[in-house]
């Protein structure tokens, strides 16, 4: 008779989980910084699209009543052009608009500044 004995060991080493874990998370720092560059691409495109609707709204602002400045609550309200505003990283926004200067927006995430050409 033959004598087998089964020594086979069932299950992950110590060793390999603990390299499967330092793996996952040297992809997961990788990912990190993909992920904030997205977020702040998504964040700066969603605030140059406000400054766009504003600038439409002082467009129109400027030819129908033959200025060259405007505010932002005459631009901005339920019964404005602009009919609300929405804030998308705590951005700051110019509370007057003159003909042909560009809209800066500042405070974008706390710290970076989109500008928006007339």
Not at 10 to 23: A, D, L, Q, R
Not at 82 to 103: C, D, H, M, R, W
Request: aromatic share 6%; glycine share 6%.
């Amino acid at each position: 008779m033959k004598n087998l004995s089964n020594n086979s060991s069932k299950g992950f080493t110590v060793v390999e989980i603990m390299i499967v874990v330092v793996i996952i998370g040297l992809l997961a720092a990788m990912a990190f910084p993909a992920f904030e560059k997205l977020r702040q691409s998504t964040q700066d495109k969603a605030v140059l699209d406000n400054a766009r609707r504003l600038a439409v709204a002082a467009e129109e602002y400027f030819l129908k009543n033959g200025v060259s400045t405007v505010t932002l609550d005459k631009l901005v309200g339920p019964t404005n052009l602009v009919t609300e505003l929405k804030i998308v990283a705590n951005e700051t926004y110019p509370l007057t608009f003159s003909q042909g200067v560009p809209i800066k927006v500042t405070g974008v995430a706390g710290s970076r500044t989109v500008i928006y050409p007339p």
